[in-house]
C-alpha cells in the first residue's frame, strides 16, 4: 500500500543534522500551515564549510534522497535578529535574516537505517512510499 507523505528538502549537512535531532528548528523565509509529519530529503546541495565545522565528512552524507522523518508542530516568527540568535542551538544557522523569517519547530525527528533515492523539490512537496516507511 502507498503512503501519501509530505517532504521537505534541506542542504546537508543541516538534512542530517534534522535528522538526528541535533537541529530542532527549520528556518525559511516563508511561512507554512501545514503541520504533522514529514519525511526529510536531504538535497544535493551540500554546506562544505558547514559539514567540516560539524565534524561530518561531505562524501559519506546522503545526497539525493530522503533520509528520515520528522514532526512539524508548530511555527515561530522571528521579528528581528535578537530573537533569530537566541534560537541558534535549535536552528544552528549563521545566517543574518533581512526582514524576518519563519522557524518550523521540529520534534520526533528519526534518522532511517536505509535511505531512499528521491529526487527534492522546492517547499514541501509530496512523496508516495511504501507503508512499511
Known amino acids: 500500500m502507498l503512503l501519501l507523505m509530505k517532504c521537505l528538502s534541506l542542504k546537508q549537512p543541516y538534512a542530517i543534522l534534522l535528522a538526528n535531532g541535533k537541529k530542532t528548528i527549520e528556518t525559511r523565509k516563508w511561512n507554512t500551515t501545514f503541520r504533522g509529519d514529514f519525511l526529510i530529503h536531504a538535497s544535493k546541495n551540500i554546506e562544505t564549510l558547514s559539514c567540516k565545522y560539524y565534524g561530518l565528512n561531505v562524501e559519506t552524507l546522503a545526497k539525493g534522497a530522503i533520509i528520515g522523518k520528522a514532526t512539524l508542530y508548530d511555527v ?3 521579528q ?20 524576518f523569517a519563519y522557524g518550523f519547530l521540529i520534534k ?3 534518522k532511517f537505517d536505509r535511505i531512499i533515492l528521491y529526487p527534492g523539490k522546492l517547499g514541501f512537496f509530496d512523496v508516495y512510499l511504501d507503508s512499511k516507511v
Open 76 to 78: 515561530k516568527k522571528y
Open 80 to 99: 528581528n535578529n535578537l530573537e533569530y540568535k537566541l534560537d541558534y542551538e535549535q536552528h544552528l544557522s549563521s545566517k543574518i535574516i533581512e526582514k
Open 108 to 110: 520526533n525527528a528519526l
